[in-house]
């Protein structure tokens, strides 16, 4: 007798399905995922704030001790030199947003894109436009959400 695996495929997925739909794991998931969507949403928009700010204190709350850190041209921070750089910035920033974001969590990471779009004016004078597409890594630490990795690429 010859057996096709895709025979197996719409049973195996049927028993999942009700497995799934029986232990009620559909209506957990989906509530569990929207609070933590929810907290990193609220992080991602804290360390927006901070990094326009240039709060130091603000984004040290916010990241991961084993932070790594790339900028757009290949340098990359350690959480303690990312906040020494932003307490000795020889610039501020003029504008700064963080545009269509998309945040998926998967189990205790999130995986957070955006276009960061703003303008650096430095101490002499000249402002400098930036134009980057962001991939952040956060990782749940207990009940809150750090960023634990970062890359920056120009557009």
């Given amino acids: 007798m010859n057996v096709d695996r895709r025979q197996f495929g719409l049973p195996v997925l049927a028993l999942g399905l009700g497995l799934g ?5 559909t209506s957990i998931t989906p509530a569990f995922a929207g609070a933590d969507e929810d907290a990193v949403t609220k992080n991602v928009e804290a360390f927006r704030v901070a990094q326009a700010a240039g709060n130091a204190e603000g984004l040290a ?4 001790d084993d932070l790594s850190y790339s900028h757009s041209n290949a340098k990359v921070d350690t959480k303690a030199s990312l906040l ?26 999130a995986i957070v894109r955006f276009t960061f779009v703003g303008e650096q004016e430095f101490n002499d ?21 750090k ?5 920056a690429t120009k557009l």
């Fill in 84 to 109: 020494d750089g932003v307490a000795k910035a020889n610039y501020k920033w003029t504008s700064l947003a963080y545009k269509d974001p998309t945040i998926r969590v998967v189990g205790p990471s």
């Fill in 61 to 64: 709350s916010l990241c991961a």
């Fill in 21 to 25: 739909l029986g232990l009620g794991l």
């Fill in 147 to 151: 960023l634990l990795s970062r890359a």
């Fill in 125 to 145: 004078g000249k402002k400098t436009p930036q134009n980057l597409h962001i991939l952040m890594n956060w990782q749940k630490q207990g009940n809150d959400w």
